[in-house]
């Protein structure tokens, strides 16, 4: 059963530029959530996604945005980068949003 | 967003020696993830607690949800080098979010 894809692996932009992050859950899942992981701030919540509905959304401004599609791939966009925005970029899926989660192996998103 | 009080936030130890971390919460969590991750790449799920006072084993980990339902604990065994690395709790309340330890650094001196 393959696991948790992510696109690209590795990213560099420049600032103002948009970046657009893909998710492929595990076959079966239905349940995707993105997070933000940098030195200074550990992991950090961006959103969840379940059927094509998102369902939470944690404190992040509105340049971070989402989708998820009918067969649970899932996008997430970075408009008007800023240099903060440097980290890894880690996508999870989910059975279910309350079920265990495992994770891709992240895309390593470079603003200089 | 809110993060689980993990700790110790590092550890150096031997080769062969058992290790513990815990996490904390003020909350009340209906589930525990445990994982460990390797520089560059995304957390690997190790052990799934779902009730109260479970105690669950990986090989040489082992894993309990507190009682209390605010902590569970992570122990390994006779540990060995590939067990370096940085492990993360991560705790599920009542809703659709997983909040995060600060993650333990293991370093294992051969």
């Known amino acids: 059963k393959a696991g948790v894809t992510q696109t690209p692996r590795y990213l560099i932009k420049t600032r103002g530029q948009q970046v657009t992050l893909s998710c492929s859950p595990i076959?079966?899942?239905?349940?995707v959530s993105w997070y933000q992981q940098t030195p200074g701030q550990g992991l950090q919540f961006l959103f969840e996604?379940?059927?094509?509905?998102?369902?939470n959304k944690g404190n992040f401004p509105g340049r971070f945005s989402g989708r998820q599609f009918s067969n649970s791939r899932s996008e997430m966009n970075v408009s008007t980068l800023e240099l903060g925005d440097s980290a890894l970029y880690l996508c999870?899926?989910?059975?279910?949003?309350?079920?265990?989660?495992?994770f891709g192996q992240g895309t390593r998103l470079t603003v200089v | 967003g809110q993060q689980l009080n993990q700790s110790p936030q590092s550890m150096f130890i031997q080769e062969g020696e058992d290790v513990s971390m815990n996490c904390t919460s003020s909350?009340?969590?209906?589930?525990w993830l445990w994982y460990k991750q390797d520089p560059g790449e995304g957390p690997v799920l190790l052990i799934a607690?779902?009730?109260?006072?479970e105690l669950t084993s990986n090989g040489r980990l082992t894993a309990q949800f507190g009682i209390t339902r605010k902590d569970s604990f992570l122990n390994i065994s006779a540990s060995i080098p590939s067990d370096v690395g940085i492990y993360f709790c991560?705790?599920?309340?009542?809703?659709?979010?997983?909040?995060f330890g600060t993650g333990t650094s293991l370093t294992v001196i051969p």
């Open positions: 999870a899926s989910s059975l279910y949003a309350n079920t265990e989660a495992f």
């Open positions: 076959s079966g899942h239905r349940s």
């Open positions: 996604y379940f059927s094509e509905t998102q369902r």
């Open positions: 909350s009340i969590f209906n589930t």
């Open positions: 607690l779902y009730k109260a006072g």
């Open positions: 991560a705790g599920l309340p009542v809703g659709y979010q997983f909040y």
